[in-house]
């Protein structure tokens, strides 16, 4: 099998604030370095890697560095890895919206991108001309591109507004229309970027449908970035890993997914966490809202067979019967078990109590995990509730399995269903 992709040695460097090198000296070194000297840029000896999370040192930052790949001809190939990790400077260099700082990139055939919502439309022209915008980009004859426009129609559902002008679609109809030109103008190699989670259920199944279709039916590249895990596992048969601009595993895709969880989609364990007002739910009306988080260990590490231990501290405006439930998720953001608690409590107007919560009986496989919580009162059904919601507030780990799990792990990995474990509040 051919390789269709071929990057080697590619960088790509970018001067935090500023374009260019910010003062006319540093132009004038980088002119007499690069065009009279003919020597090595000198900016690019310099530069830390692209650690978003820490405040650094240097203004150069290497959003990617030394990165070398071969993709093969009918690949269908994941690309993983928390924001700011380099997954769409990636695209970009390949797509060549942008250009790598050092190395090359050599690829064979024609690459239809879907970047952002809205790329390469022009938002004055309607959705008809775009598509015989994008198909002439790509080196389409109008012959072409007529005989798959009604193809293309179809498929993004916006035949009602296809002579309307771009500018007045909605997100998800311009990632649909953008989406139908990219799969359906014959593309050797297709690049499709997160903007896919735009579009509703409906539409990313057909539109996974589609990938799966262009590159087992009909043998061509994809390349797909997604922090949807079940998509990528379904779609894609290799998996890289990024990890500030670095790549840090590649192989096949399950194993890729599972170092990603284990390695780069955790973030540091906390002992406490004492709520921000953005972190409530801002579309509910509350009454009683949580204020912190601990945990009895001063390191939230725990055994598969180990009740994790909490306090919560609430406060209330009101005098009212509450009850907390609790959601888990793992690594990947999938929902794992949730709870609704039998405990319920009384909280006075203006009072501010601190609760004992015990989560029981996880047998959780090892990885890192997320819980959400909400409290309050009122009865779901009818919709006469009062809750406050805090959606992935803490987290914790699970580094001991205990052997007689094992049913559990199986059940879990295999996705029969959710974990089911017990809750207990207690007034201290």
């Not at 994941?78 to 380099?86: E, L, Q, R, V």
């Not at 293309?152 to 139908?180: N, Q, W």
Request: net charge positive; aromatic share 10%.
């Amino acid at each position: 099998m051919s390789t269709a992709i071929k990057i080697e040695n590619v960088s790509k460097q970018y001067r935090l604030g500023v374009i260019s090198t910010g003062t006319i000296s540093h132009d004038l070194n980088r002119w007499w370095a690069t065009k009279i000297m003919r020597k090595e840029d000198p900016y690019l000896k310099i530069g830390e890697t692209n650690d978003r999370s820490t405040k650094g040192n240097s203004e150069y930052v290497w959003a990617l560095k030394d990165i070398n790949m071969e993709i093969e001809q009918g690949d269908v190939v994941g690309i993983i890895g928390k924001n700011g990790a380099g997954k769409s400077t990636l695209l970009k260099l390949l797509s060549r919206v942008t250009k790598p700082t050092t190395g090359s990139i050599k690829y064979k055939g024609r690459i239809a991108s879907l970047l952002e919502v809205g790329t390469g439309f022009h938002p004055e022209m309607t959705g008809r001309e775009n598509i015989y915008m994008n198909g002439a980009i790509m080196g389409m004859t109008k012959q072409e591109i007529t005989r798959k426009l009604d193809e293309i129609v179809d498929f993004s559902g916006c035949e009602r507004y296809i002579d309307t002008p771009v500018k007045r679609y909605s997100s998800g109809m311009t990632v649909r229309l953008g989406f139908a030109i990219a799969a359906h103008l014959d593309p050797e190699i297709l690049v499709v970027d997160e903007v896919l989670a735009v579009g509703d259920a409906e539409f990313q199944k057909k539109a996974i449908g589609k990938m799966q279709d262009v590159s087992k039916g009909e043998g061509r590249t994809v390349l797909f970035v997604s922090h949807n895990m079940a998509a990528i596992k379904s779609l894609c048969k290799k998996g890289i890993v990024l990890n500030n601009g670095l790549i840090v595993y590649r192989g096949d895709v399950y194993p890729a997914v599972e170092f990603y969880a284990n390695n780069c989609g955790t973030s540091k364990l906390e002992n406490k966490v004492v709520l921000k007002p953005n972190q409530h739910d801002r579309n509910r009306i509350m009454s009683v809202q949580f204020v912190s988080f601990t945990f009895l260990k001063n390191i939230p590490k725990y055994a598969s067979d180990e009740d994790i231990e909490m306090k919560i501290l609430i406060k209330a405006c009101n005098k009212q019967e509450c009850r907390i439930n609790c959601t888990i998720f793992n690594a990947e953001g999938t929902p794992v078990g949730t709870n609704s608690s039998k405990d319920t409590f009384w909280i006075d107007e203006g009072e501010e109590k601190i609760l004992l919560y015990k989560i029981c009986n996880t047998h959780l496989a090892k990885g890192y995990y997320t819980i959400s919580f909400s409290v309050g009162s009122g009865d779901v059904t009818t919709g006469e509730t009062n809750y406050d919601v805090v959606q992935k507030v803490i987290g914790f780990e699970i580094d001991k399995f205990k052997k007689d799990s094992d049913l559990y792990y199986v059940k879990w990995m295999s996705g029969w269903g959710n974990i089911f474990f017990e809750t207990k509040t207690t007034e201290i």
